[in-house]
């Protein structure tokens, strides 16, 4: 059963990955910004993360959650200034 749970952990993560790229592509061939579509995306990851590193217990894995979430944070700062348009 465990084996079976992976898999569709995989294929759910595959399946947002996939949705992640479709949406970026069309909105970047529609010339808008798409750094709130990645920032959804490494926030998907920390939660990720957190769980294998809860699982595991290696420490690799909450470093790599902390970086995705300081990356989302940094992802979510462009955008807003790039939508103010100002300072």
């Given at each position: 059963?465990?084996k ?13 990955l996939?949705?992640i790229v479709?949406?970026?592509?069309y909105r970047?061939?529609?010339g808008?910004d ?11 990851c920390v939660g ?10 290696k ?6 959650a902390?970086l995705?979430?300081?990356n989302?944070?940094?992802?979510m700062?462009?955008?807003n200034?790039?939508?103010n348009?100002c300072?």
């Amino acid at each position: 059963m465990n084996k079976e749970k992976e898999l569709i952990m995989q294929f759910g993560n595959l399946t947002f990955l996939f949705s992640i790229v479709i949406s970026a592509t069309y909105r970047m061939k529609k010339g808008l910004d798409t750094d709130d579509i990645f920032s959804v995306y490494c926030l998907y990851c920390v939660g990720d993360y957190v769980i294998k590193y809860k699982k595991s217990g290696k420490k690799r894995y909450i470093a790599i959650a902390a970086l995705s979430f300081v990356n989302a944070i940094l992802l979510m700062l462009i955008h807003n200034k790039k939508q103010n348009k100002c300072c």
